[in-house]
Nanobody, 123 residues
């Protein structure tokens, strides 16, 4: 069992930056692939970024490449999402998720989810 708690969301003007954190409970954090998803009002939850067990491989959806960076610190049981050059269309609730294996891109592959943190970007 893994419990995930996101933090770092908030309000920011377009062009600004935020850093999301996701703290995981348990001793086996390094055995989980991690992902960030987001869900805007009236839209389906979408993949944002994923990271491998060691952090050596990362993946991101095209709309955030070059602006968002996912990273993890296994010693701190934490995964991060650094978000730069934010746009109003990035406004959403952001969720972190953990899985033991599978495709990063599909929400139903993940076993555990956090409660989400709101990110609002104003123009």
């Amino acid at each position: 069992q893994v419990q995930l708690v996101e933090s770092g969301g908030g309000w920011v003007q377009a062009g600004g930056s935020l850093r999301l954190s996701c703290a995981a409970s348990g001793r086996t954090f390094s055995s989980y692939l991690m992902g960030w998803f987001r869900q805007a009002p009236g839209k389906e939850r979408e993949f944002v970024a994923g990271i491998s067990w060691s952090g050596g491989s990362t993946y991101a959806t095209d709309s955030v490449k070059g602006r968002f960076t996912i990273s993890r610190d296994n010693a701190k049981n934490t995964v991060y999402l650094q978000m730069n050059s934010l746009k109003p269309e990035d406004t959403a609730v952001y969720y972190c998720a953990a899985m033991t294996g599978g495709s990063y891109y599909y929400a139903n592959e993940y076993d555990y989810w956090g409660q989400g943190t709101q990110v609002t970007v104003s123009s």
